[in-house]
């Protein structure tokens, strides 16, 4: 990414994160549901998962038992290209069930229980039982990543802009993340349940 426009990701995302700030809710109590005791374990969040109208991008948010999570960690946002934008190129692996979401999945960004970014992650295929693509391919489709408007339908604003700055501004990690993940899998089953997490990369404002 130009440095000009990493740039003008981060004014972006400092003053959005800085208005949310204002308004005295985090991210993630966007996301989740009032009062906080309704929250359950493994639930995405929202439901039906948020897809941005142009794009069809989308993300979710869920978190994980307390043994699963690591030091002080909440839970991720799983962020997805459609399918549809790989049309024509061949997959790595695909899903185990017949109705499958039909997603690739980009990364996933983990946040603490301060409700702050803390690490970006990329898993194993049967983790979001995925279409999974080669590094290079989802690489090559990261314009296409905008998930601004997604959430907005569902009376939650502000969330998908996040996101999509988030990545924009951490593209050349996304990059790094997904190669190093398609180096694991070289000798890594995409069906080991022993093996969830691939490749990790910090991200903090």
């Not at 993300?59 to 024509?88: C, I, N, T, V």
């Not at 890594?188 to 903090?204: G, H, M, N, V």
Request: with cysteine.
């Amino acid at each position: 990414m130009p440095s000009s426009k990493r740039d003008a990701a981060m004014a972006e995302l400092i003053e959005l994160s800085a208005a949310m700030a204002g308004e005295g809710r985090t991210l993630i109590e966007r996301v989740l549901p009032t009062p906080p005791d309704t929250y359950t374990q493994w639930t995405h969040y929202p439901k039906g998962d948020a897809i941005d109208p142009g794009s069809k991008a989308r993300w979710f948010y869920h978190a994980h038992p307390p043994e699963q999570r690591g030091p002080k960690e909440h839970g991720h946002f799983h962020m997805f290209l459609p399918l549809s934008a790989f049309d024509g190129v061949e997959p790595r692996f695909t899903p185990e069930k017949a109705k499958a979401a039909k997603v690739v999945h980009v990364a996933a960004l983990c946040f603490d229980t301060d409700g702050l970014p803390t690490h970006w992650i990329a898993t194993n295929q049967w983790v979001t039982d995925e279409w999974l693509y080669d590094a290079e391919n989802v690489i090559e489709r990261l314009n296409g990543m905008d998930m601004r408007e997604a959430g907005v339908s569902k009376d939650i604003p502000h969330v998908g802009r996040w996101l999509t700055l988030a990545l924009d501004l951490a593209r050349e990690d996304i990059g790094k993340l997904l190669r190093e993940r398609d180096r694991v899998l070289a000798h890594t089953d995409p069906r080991d349940k022993q093996a969830e997490i691939l490749a990790s990369a910090p991200f903090a404002l």
